[in-house]
């Protein structure tokens, strides 16, 4: 029995399922911007609770402002307490 690392099983699965991260990424990054145009935004604003959702989420956002063209013209993320007075 050969023993199969983490990483091995990844690549694996990814090279199986045709999985290809940038062109994931970039797919995104461009269904982002379609929504800001069609919905006529220049801005957001974004909940930063310190999970790795609200992270992936703001770097997308970024990623999508950078890119030519894009309606992307603010991005506020403002530090959302867990924990505080009154919850």
Known sequence: ????????????????????????????VVLINQFFYRNNLDACVLGILGGIDSAVCLKLLEKASQQENSPIKKIRALLLPIYSVGT
Do not use: G, P
Request: aromatic letters at 10%; zero cysteines.
């Open 1 to 28: 029995l050969e023993w199969i690392t983490m990483k091995s099983l990844i690549e694996l699965t990814k090279s199986l399922r045709q999985f290809d991260a940038e062109k994931y990424l970039s797919q995104k």
